[in-house]
């Protein structure tokens, strides 16, 4: 099974968004490794959200 490449396009625009990380240093990421840093970016915003 493969990762849609929208899907990793996605995250990597997530990532670079919120840590200002390069798509080289997002794409260089375990697909686990990638998908935790998002959950920790949608919950930091999540959270400035609620103020």
Same mark, same amino acid.
């Given at each position: 099974?493969?990762?849609?490449?929208?899907?990793?396009?996605?995250?990597?625009?997530?990532?670079?968004?919120?840590?200002?990380?390069?798509?080289?240093?997002?794409?260089?990421?375990?697909?686990?490794?990638?998908?935790?840093? #998002? @959950? /920790? *970016? $949608?919950?930091? #915003? @999540? /959270? *400035? $959200?609620?103020?």
């Amino acid at each position: 099974m493969t990762y849609a490449a929208d899907r990793i396009e996605e995250e990597a625009a997530y990532l670079a968004y919120h840590f200002h990380w390069s798509l080289d240093s997002v794409l260089d990421l375990e697909h686990a490794d990638r998908r935790r840093y #998002v @959950e /920790r *970016a $949608a919950t930091l #915003v @999540e /959270r *400035a $959200a609620q103020g």
